[in-house]
């Protein structure tokens, strides 16, 4: 049975809803609610990316979706949800790493002030599904915002006792910003409803065509900043390192996991969908490819020179997003699946990351590179999950992003374009870098080293997604199904990923 | 181009430039958080004047409105746009609301409103000043 | 202090603005102001009143506009689109305005930990505040209330109105510095009417056309321009109207920073 994906949305809410009321009967209680309404987007994502794969139809060009309507009326005049390959697998990832989040941080006694952590955790991933899954514009800056709003209260809920305020500064800047995104896009939007008349994804798609250049022209530029500044596009993504260096980890592997790959897909969605059809030429995927390259640059630099571990895990969230967003815009084959194999890598290394970072964390200090000194000598388990995670992300094999970067290059090389493999070497040897870097300092051991004890929930979760990108770095064939059907949702033809390893 | 084109649209641009320049000069938060709150309106504008048609009247009928549920077609502008900004105007209020939340808490724990400190840099690691 | 800003030194913020105005005025005037662009797919000649054949309208506003009163039974166009074609887009405006209520709560309180000891004195308002404020109180919650029950026969509804009623008690506060509705009253109401909204929209995936949000009694009371009509529209702008007043005072209420 397929579930509708309406539910995907109506969950949240109901939940949200919920919360407030059980918090006036017992607070503790009230912080299971968007849990258990997080665990219900799961199975019901689960559901759709199953019936997904199953019921394709395996002829060339053809994809499944499926899709829903509200308010009664057949699209363009009621707002559809569309859950495409893409949309399906991003959404199951994004809901995944919010439950990772959730379970990890169940027991933190933190917020004794009520659930709010919890509920923005939630909404903030319904309203990124919501961007992902959505068929009409509007409702795509709806769920942006709702996105953007609890972004803003998460990055300002503070760590510890908040001393220093560092993380009012990051939800202050968040909020301009965003705001100033969204209010971008909105205009945007003006503009297209003003040349076509309508807000349906699809149905602007087809009338974009006969727009005058410059309005499509404009219209893009907006999109790209706005959603740029969400994805955390290089030189748009200013606001993030204060909001990673000062938000709680949860907050952290929210915007590195969730809003910003949120931002992306939606970026992609417009500017491949709506405007690049209406430029000529290439002009559209050529300013993502190159933005996508430098930001990856970039952001691995600063990770590199970068002496807060929060910071630096932030930066290198920043060098991920552009290299999954020049792979989507090399396009082919190759190109997309780059993307994804490098998105599922990073969705499963990164929140690992980020908690076994904020297990070891101080109250309210900034987190030198020094406190993972002698890990190995104080807690053996999270040394090997730190490692693990670490160089998963550097796509040592077995890992998804290996294959990732594998596709990428032969994409690449594959059109002769040799300036963009060398750049993607340069990045690539600026992450081992700062990544060997943080190695050298967890390997040796010390003997003054005090023990220390990772919680639980954490060893257990990590140790899931350790293994879960383990498995799926070695059997990567397991993902063929559904980046096939990706690939065909961006047009090309399907590469038997068994055959080439 | 028509006279009315160049009033609405030039007005209208022009109190989106003013908010542009204030967010782009100005460091000190709540100047910041106005300045958004004109590109806010701006947009909001633009939005309305998007959907305006030139001599129709509101988009409600019956009453005495004199206009019937049968003739609507061609009598009455877009109700599109203006139902997006009442959407728009209702975000524009939570966005500004929980903005100035966070200026204040960011007044309360530094003493400061600028956001002086506030990098585009990439390896500004200094502490915020209390 | 003062801030400073000499003249050239915000002369390149002022060319970027005035670019980047530039830049969007000539993109716009490209969309031509005023002219009945929705209605390019009506035939030549059209006459309001005449007979459309809306099958082959495929423009969102056109078919609104044609067909909106038969298919909402609601005498207010702009109502008909946000509460029943576009009720999702709604459904997510009121989660966002929850959402900001909701946070603004839970920041300030981490804010108002820090200054627990500093309690300001509050100069008691003037009697003819006090005492006005009284008269006019009733009358505004009744304006509001009279607001969000017509929002879909005159202008106005749920936004609207909640926001008036809001307004009279952002007045009532003004009046009785001391004062203030229950931060548990609030929260109820609250959380309530946006339970009932999604009620009303499940109500649709269990009636007639299995669709969330839909509006499946549209026909069933009363007529056009009645205040019994609408269906289910009029019953979610009252929760609507609800939840707006309830949230908006809430923001006054937290935002008035004494606490109470």
Redesign the interface.
């Known amino acids: 049975m397929t579930p509708?994906p309406?539910l995907l949305?109506?969950i949240p809410?109901?939940a949200?809803?919920?919360t407030?009321?059980v918090a006036?009967g017992s607070k503790k209680f009230a912080r299971y609610v968007p849990l258990i309404g997080v665990l219900a987007m799961g199975v019901v994502s689960l559901l759709l990316l199953k019936d997904l794969i199953e019921v394709q139809p395996r002829t060339y060009g053809a994809y499944n979706t499926i899709e829903?309507?509200?308010?009664?009326?057949q699209p363009?005049?009621?707002?559809s949800l569309i859950v495409t390959p893409l949309g399906g697998l991003i959404t199951f990832g994004m809901i995944m790493v919010a439950l990772y989040v959730l379970v990890t941080s169940i027991q933190k006694k933190e917020d004794d002030?009520?659930p709010?952590f919890e509920?923005?955790a939630m909404?903030a991933t319904a309203g990124a599904v919501?961007m992902v899954i959505t068929g009409?514009l509007?409702?795509m800056f709806?769920?942006l915002?709702?996105t953007?709003?609890?972004g803003?209260?998460l990055a300002?809920?503070?760590r510890g006792n908040?001393e220093?305020?560092?993380?009012?500064?990051g939800?202050?800047?968040y909020?301009?910003i965003?705001?100033?995104a969204?209010?971008l896009i909105?205009?945007a939007?003006?503009?297209l409803?003003?040349?076509t008349?309508?807000?349906?994804i699809a149905?602007m798609a087809e009338r974009v065509g006969s727009?005058?250049t410059?309005?499509a022209?404009?219209?893009l530029?907006l999109m790209i900043i706005g959603f740029g500044i969400e994805a955390e596009i290089f030189?748009l993504n200013?606001?993030a390192?204060?909001v990673y260096r000062g938000s709680r980890w949860g907050t952290s592997t929210i915007f590195s996991g969730i809003i910003g790959k949120a931002g992306l897909i939606a970026m992609l969605k417009v500017v491949t969908v709506i405007l690049a059809p209406a430029l000529e030429g290439n002009i559209a995927m050529d300013i993502l490819l190159w933005g996508g390259v430098i930001t990856f640059i970039?952001g691995e630099?600063?990770a590199f020179?970068?002496?807060?571990l929060y910071?630096l895990w932030g930066?290198s969230s920043i060098g991920m997003f552009g290299l999954i967003l020049a792979a989507f815009s090399l396009g082919g084959e190759n190109g997309i699946y780059a993307a994804v194999l490098i998105m599922i890598g990073h969705l499963i290394s990164k929140p690992v990351l980020f908690s076994l970072t904020g297990a070891m964390r101080h109250k309210d200090r900034?987190l030198p590179l020094s406190v993972l000194d002698g890990l190995m000598g104080k807690s053996r388990v999270t040394a090997f999950l730190f490692i693990g995670a670490a160089l998963m992300l550097l796509g040592m094999p077995p890992s998804p992003i290996f294959w990732g970067k594998y596709f990428l290059f032969s994409g690449a090389g594959g059109e002769s374009n040799w300036l963009l493999v060398g750049l993607l070497i340069v990045g690539t040897l600026l992450e081992a870098g700062y990544i060997g870097k943080l190695l050298w300092r967890v390997l040796p051991k010390k003997e003054e080293a005090k023990a220390f004890k990772l919680p639980i929930t954490t060893t257990v979760m990590a140790l899931i997604a350790v293994a879960l990108g383990v498995l799926l770095g070695a059997v990567p064939g397991l993902l063929q199904d559904i980046i096939d059907l990706v690939v065909l949702e961006f047009g090309g033809a399907i590469i038997i990923l068994a055959g080439v390893i | 181009m028509n006279g009315l084109a160049l009033v609405f649209y030039g007005g209208i641009l022009l109190l989106?430039a003013v908010g542009i320049w204030g967010?782009l000069s100005r460091r000190n938060?709540i100047k910041?958080?106005m300045a958004?709150t004109i590109?806010?309106t701006g947009?909001n504008l633009?939005?309305v004047s998007?959907g305006y048609i030139s001599g129709r009247a509101a988009p409600i009928v019956g009453g005495d409105t004199g206009i019937d549920a049968s003739s609507t077609t061609g009598s009455v502008v877009?109700p599109?746009?203006q139902a997006?900004v009442l959407?728009?105007i209702v975000?524009?209020l939570?966005?500004?609301a929980?903005?100035l939340?966070?200026?204040v808490?960011?007044y309360?724990?530094?003493g400061s409103l600028e956001?002086k400190s506030?990098?585009?840099g990439?390896?500004n690691?200094k502490?915020?000043k209390? | 202090m003062m801030e400073r800003t000499t003249f050239h030194r915000s002369l390149p913020a002022i060319a970027l603005a005035l670019l980047f105005a530039a830049?969007?005025f000539?993109?716009?005037v490209?969309?031509d102001f005023g002219e009945p662009?929705?209605e390019?797919e009506l035939p030549v000649n059209y006459q309001p009143g005449e007979e459309i054949d809306t099958e082959n309208i495929?423009?969102?506003?056109?078919?609104?506009l044609a067909n909106s009163s038969e298919?909402t039974g609601s005498a207010n166009l702009v109502t008909a689109v946000v509460v029943?074609?576009?009720?999702?887009?709604t459904?997510?405006?009121v989660?966002?305005l929850?959402?900001?209520a909701?946070?603004v709560g839970?920041?300030l309180?981490?804010i108002k930990d820090d200054d627990e000891k500093k309690k300001k004195k509050i100069l008691p308002p003037s009697l003819i505040l006090n005492k006005g404020a009284r008269l006019v109180l009733p009358l505004i919650i009744l304006f509001g209330v009279y607001v969000f029950l017509h929002g879909h026969l005159s202008p106005g509804g749920g936004f609207q109105g909640g926001v008036i009623i809001a307004s009279g008690m952002l007045l009532f506060y003004i009046a009785e510095p001391t004062k203030g509705a229950s931060h548990?009253v609030i929260?109820?109401i609250?959380?309530?009417a946006?339970?009932a909204f999604?009620g009303l929209?499940?109500v649709?995936?269990m009636t007639a056309?299995k669709?969330?949000?839909?509006?499946?009694f549209a026909g069933d009371w009363g007529e056009v321009g009645m205040l019994v009509s609408a269906g289910l529209l009029p019953l979610i702008y009252i929760a609507i109207g609800f939840k707006v007043g309830s949230e908006m005072t809430g923001l006054v209420e937290k935002m008035r920073g004494d606490g109470s």
């Open positions: 509708d309406v949305i109506v809410l109901l949200a809803f919920l407030p009321l006036l829903s309507t509200t308010g009664g009326f363009p005049f009621g707002i002030k009520g709010w509920m923005m909404m919501g009409d509007f409702n709806v769920f915002e709702i953007s709003i609890s803003t209260i300002a809920l503070p908040g220093k305020g560092l993380n009012w500064k939800a202050a800047g909020a301009v965003s705001a100033l969204s209010f909105l205009a939007i003006a503009l409803y003003g040349a008349s309508t807000l349906n149905q727009i005058d410059f309005v022209g404009t219209a530029l030189p200013g606001w390192p204060e970039v630099a600063a020179t970068s002496k807060d910071r930066f900034d | 989106i967010i938060l910041v958080i958004i590109i806010a947009v633009l939005l998007v877009d599109i746009p997006l959407t728009a975000i524009g939570a966005t500004t929980l903005a939340v966070a200026a808490g960011y309360r724990k530094t956001l506030w990098s585009y990439l390896t690691e502490e915020v209390k | 830049t969007l000539v993109a716009f490209e969309v662009r929705i390019e495929t423009t969102p506003g056109l078919r609104y298919e029943n074609y576009r009720g999702f887009d459904l997510g405006e989660t966002i929850f959402l900001a909701t946070g839970a920041l309180s981490f548990k929260s109820i609250e959380s309530t946006g339970l999604i929209g499940i649709g995936l056309s669709i969330f949000l839909a509006n499946d």
